[in-house]
């Protein structure tokens, strides 16, 4: 905002004008101070949204969208510590991050109907990986893999019959029935004994 004020040609001091100039500055700083206070408080404003996405990014396991919004904070606002620390807990935490990622996909991936009688574990979860796939268009794959270098589970029996459940819920009544456990690694899904 430009204010443009006139002074008197003469060098003679006048109340009034003096009077008109104080509070034609005093207007003008308020509405500048309105003006750049608004500014600043839509900046806070944007800047604690994006934090707070990249917050929820990291616990649903998004690492590239946590990446950019506390990267986007940083852009707006280097000084922002709480972004940073975020920043650098998520470089060293990808794995973990990655993790959760994949166990939040587990979580929203609805399979149509899964119907297991008499399988074994290998069949159980070949059956699984193949709905899984179906139901994401061929976009996510448990990549199931058994560790069982003693043989514990290969005698283990599935039974299950559901219809729209989750494929976290389905591999949970697959493994409690075989007495099992998962590890949600970033490329594959390991299953070994309790």
């Known amino acids: 905002m430009l204010l443009i004020f006139r002074w008197p040609l003469h060098n003679t001091y ?65 000084g922002h510590g709480p972004a940073r620390h ?9 794995k973990q991050v990655l993790e959760k990622q994949r166990v939040a996909r587990f979580k929203t991936t609805k399979l149509e109907q899964v119907d297991l009688k008499d399988a074994s574990l290998q069949e159980a ?37 559901m219809r729209n459940i989750p494929l976290a819920a389905a591999l949970k009544y697959v493994l409690d029935q075989t007495g099992a456990r998962a590890r949600y690694d970033e490329h594959a899904t390991v299953i070994r004994p309790n």
Request: glycine share 4%; charged share 25%.
């Open 14 to 78: 006048n109340p009034k004008t003096m009077k008109r100039l104080k509070a034609t500055l005093m207007v003008g700083l308020s509405l500048a101070t309105c003006a750049h206070a608004d500014e600043f408080k839509e900046r806070a404003n944007k800047i604690a949204a994006l934090y707070n996405t990249g917050m929820t990014a990291v616990k649903r396991g998004d690492a590239a969208r946590a990446k950019a919004s506390f990267q986007q904070v940083l852009q707006l606002q280097p």
């Open 86 to 94: 975020q920043l650098n807990r998520l470089q060293l935490n990808v």
């Open 125 to 161: 979860l070949e059956v699984l990986n193949f709905l899984t796939t179906k139901a994401t268009d061929k976009k996510f794959t448990p990549n199931f893999i058994i560790q069982d270098p003693a043989g514990k589970l290969t005698k283990k029996q599935v039974n299950l019959n």
